[in-house]
């Protein structure tokens, strides 16, 4: 079995180590949109084959414009692998980076635009934490066989500690699936970063007995929840997606009120998603809005670029942001400002490396094994 110890894995910090990390020079500070898009093209051309463009859904017009493949993170980093390209820019964050480096071969290289794109919720449960939890949860269980599932927005070193404890990733579409391979191996499930996630992936199953860990408490909030965390079934780690916590019950009424139907992401809160029409990932979202009826109103409760993206590319739906105007973006991804993009393909067709992301080698090989786990559902 391969475990931590065995390829040197230390929970350190000092593993969370990229070749190059390089901030926008002032030259490229105030492009305008017309010699930005100029600039880009140039760059491309110059590069050809050479590299790929990845804008993540929640992109700005900007810069999807530009990218070659448009999707969530698992999929861009697929189509990443499928290349030959040389270079992958991926307009996303940190840990969607991290997963390309993990999953494209050793002679391609990934570059992010900006290395201040970090998300905030992988951010809320680093391996470090987990790691320093771990023996205190699984004691707090009376010793049960704890099973890690971590979600795909985590970095590698969550990824490779699921791993060696036995567990796996998922994404937002198989979810279920990965408790269901954690429970026919262990007897309780921790369920890192995302709780809302987490939850309703509990409640589609029936599982009543959950809990949640609070990491800066050092233990589950006595007054959220009825079950001891002996009896959980389920334990979430505490953390959240600010963009999907925003959405409450009222802005689903209100839009359903307003003749619309509502289509929220499963990182919402379990009674948003409970009171949508429909739930699922950012590809799902898409696909609703793609095989609607000319008409049909749709209110989209995700990151409000997407909800943009999708009244602009199917005109003849009607498709609003759940929370309108009070929507918000996403932060992390955000850092990613199209003149960074600009700036990184120039360095590139002068041949520079800026801004490289790669993962480091023991992580990368447990971070596999949690990722090949996942293929298997």
């Not at 095989?291 to 109103?297: K, Q, S, V």
Request: glycine letters at 6%.
């Amino acid at each position: 079995m391969v475990t931590l110890e065995s390829v040197g894995f230390e929970s350190d910090l000092s593993l969370f180590k990229y070749d190059t990390f390089e901030q926008l020079p002032e030259s490229h500070r105030d492009l305008d949109e017309e010699e930005r898009a100029r600039r880009i093209e140039a760059a491309r051309e110059a590069l050809g084959d050479d590299v790929i463009v990845l804008g993540h859904n929640y992109q700005r017009r900007e810069i999807v414009e530009h990218a070659d493949f448009i999707g969530d993170s698992y999929e861009l980093s697929k189509r990443a692998a499928e290349s030959d390209a040389e270079y992958v820019v991926f307009a996303g964050v940190t840990f969607m980076a991290e997963s390309a480096d993990i999953i494209t071969d050793d002679d391609q290289t990934v570059i992010l635009p900006s290395m201040e794109a970090s998300c905030p919720m992988a951010g809320m449960a680093e391996a470090v934490q987990v790691d320093s939890a771990w023996d205190e949860l699984v004691a707090g269980t009376g010793g049960k066989n704890v099973i890690p599932v971590t979600y795909m927005n985590s970095y590698a070193d969550l990824k490779a500690f699921c791993a060696s404890h036995g567990g796996l990733i998922c994404t937002s579409s198989n979810a279920a699936d990965a408790f269901e391979w954690a429970f026919e191996r262990g007897d309780a499930v921790l369920f890192l970063p995302d709780k809302h996630l987490g939850r309703n992936t509990a409640n589609d199953l029936g599982i009543d007995e959950v809990v949640e860990w609070d990491p800066w408490a050092g233990g589950i909030d006595e007054e959220k929840d009825d079950t001891d965390l002996e009896d959980a079934e389920v334990v979430l780690w505490d953390g959240y997606c600010q963009v999907h916590e925003r959405f409450r019950v009222s802005h689903v009424e209100e839009a359903q009120e307003d003749g619309a139907q509502v289509v929220v992401h499963p990182e919402c809160r379990p009674e948003v998603v409970a009171a949508a029409d429909e739930v699922g990932s950012t590809s799902h979202i898409c696909d609703v809005i793609e095989n609607a009826e000319p008409g049909e109103h749709w209110a989209i409760g995700t990151e409000v670029h997407l909800a943009r993206h999708l009244a602009r590319w199917h005109p003849e739906v009607n498709v609003d942001p759940l929370c309108g105007d009070a929507c918000m973006d996403c932060n992390a991804m955000r850092q990613i400002d199209p003149n960074y993009l600009t700036w990184v393909l120039e360095e590139l067709a002068d041949g520079r490396e800026p801004n490289i992301v790669s993962v480091a080698p023991e992580e990368k090989e447990l971070a596999e094994v949690a990722l090949e786990r996942m293929l298997e559902l």
